[in-house]
């Protein structure tokens, strides 16, 4: 059962989405629009973290796509605000650390504790594992990084790193954004991406 508190943050992202044109929404954040006029079936589908939702509009309600179970509160927050926020602004190219978004410094440390020390406890002696679980979630590796390039959502790519540590060197797991990542996401935001993205990562070896 959502507590009190969850559910007034989610009627809100709901309620902010539905003042929200859905075609647009779709056209910004490169989403699927499906519309059916004569059952008044709206919806937009987009694929976050190797799954594909489902949401409809204007009721906001987020759905696994095929199974049509609803969504956690995280994953139907992060989506809801996507939407609402997406700008259409192609990525750049250019990477930046968690720290290096808005307001990253002040979220650091909790992002790390949450979402890169579990991915480097977990892969530090099966580095191999880390990119294999990012290549079936979708993923592509990026010679030239020595790392996998991973869309978290149509707009939002991440670059996926992680270097290996010795007796003496521990592990270490990178997750990059793109400069353009606050156009669509705040950074709170960012940092339940990252974490939902390493436990999505361990779930995908363990399974």
């Known amino acids: 059962m959502m507590n009190d508190n969850y559910s007034r943050v989610l009627e809100s992202a709901r ?6 044109d859905p075609q647009e929404m779709a056209s910004r ?11 008044s079936v709206r919806y937009l589908v987009i694929p976050y973290l190797g799954r594909i939702y489902r949401i409809s509009w204007p009721q906001g309600e987020v759905l696994e796509h095929g199974t049509f179970r609803e969504a956690s ?8 605000h996507y939407l609402t926020r997406a700008t259409g602004q192609p990525p750049q190219g250019k990477w930046l650390s968690f720290k290096e978004l808005w307001g990253g410094q002040s979220f650091n440390a909790a992002y790390e504790q949450r979402a890169l020390k579990p991915l480097a406890s977990f892969f530090h002696k099966r580095p191999e594992h880390f990119y294999a679980a990012a290549l079936k979630m979708g993923g592509v590796k990026v010679p030239s990084h020595k790392g996998c390039l991973l869309f978290a959502l149509p707009r939002v790519p991440l670059l996926l790193l992680l270097s290996p540590g010795d007796e003496e060197v521990p592990t270490k797991s990178t997750i990059l954004f793109d400069a353009t990542a606050n156009c ?5 935001d960012l940092a339940v991406v990252g974490e939902s993205l390493a436990a999505r990562l361990i779930k ?4």
């Not at 309620?15 to 929200?20: E, K």
């Not at 954040?29 to 059952?39: E, I, Q, S, T, W």
């Not at 509160?73 to 809801?80: A, K, N």
């Not at 669509?184 to 709170?188: A, D, F, S, V």
Request: glycine share 2%; hydrophobic share 50%.
């Open 15 to 20: 309620f902010t989405f539905a003042q929200n």
């Open 29 to 39: 954040g490169a989403a699927a629009f499906l519309n059916y006029p004569p059952l």
């Open 184 to 188: 669509y996401l705040e950074t709170e």
């Open 204 to 207: 995908a070896v363990e399974s």
């Open 73 to 80: 509160f995280p994953t139907s927050l992060i989506i809801l």
